[in-house]
């Protein structure tokens, strides 16, 4: 398995869009609605959205058609807090995706167990980043599971136990 980072592939090149640019730029209601119907969109950067934004820009890419890619890695001074997104949004706004950098994102226990369960279930994620969260809630059979459907992961400081450690080795073996 390879890190998300820096990934060097044709995503790099596609059609994206930086919402925390369009926000400062437009009224943040049309920047979503834009964001739901952009067509062509298939990599979306969110930083520095808060509160009850991130919750509309997660039922937004909900509704997008096409886009494969969301980052919403925390990337200083701008971070994305998720601690207002309900877990069953979460999984529907981004298992779709091919590409989610969720890294630094104060991900709570009930959203990465509901990502991962679902991720085992199907998804067209298979590359995913959630560093610099704390994973240690997450039962580590459906860690390991969500784990073994990835071609690439990023889980770096992420307060993991020894049994969920070795599930995910396990998993990443296979």
């Not at 062509?40 to 919750?55: A, C, D, K, P, T």
């Not at 784990?147 to 296979?174: C, D, K, P, Y």
């Amino acid at each position: 398995m390879q890190s998300c980072r820096n990934p060097v592939n044709a995503m790099q090149a596609a059609p994206e869009l930086n919402l925390r640019r369009m926000l400062e730029e437009h009224n943040h209601k049309r920047s979503l609605e834009e964001l739901a119907t952009k067509p062509g969109l298939l990599r979306l950067e969110v930083r520095g959205v808060q509160g009850e934004l991130v919750v509309e820009v997660l039922e937004a890419v909900a509704e997008h058609q096409g886009l494969q890619e969301l980052d919403m890695a925390f990337n200083y001074p701008y971070s994305c807090s998720l601690d207002m997104v309900l877990p069953k949004l979460l999984v529907r706004a981004v298992t779709k995706l091919v590409r989610l950098d969720l890294s630094g994102t104060a991900l709570m226990a009930a959203q990465a167990t509901a990502l991962c369960t679902a991720m085992a279930q199907g998804s067209k994620l298979t590359c995913l980043d959630m560093a610099e969260n704390d994973l240690a809630e997450v039962p580590a059979e459906v860690l390991a599971a969500a784990v073994g459907t990835l071609v690439e992961v990023n889980l770096g400081n992420t307060s993991l136990n020894h049994q969920q450690a070795a599930a995910v080795w396990a998993a990443m073996a296979r």
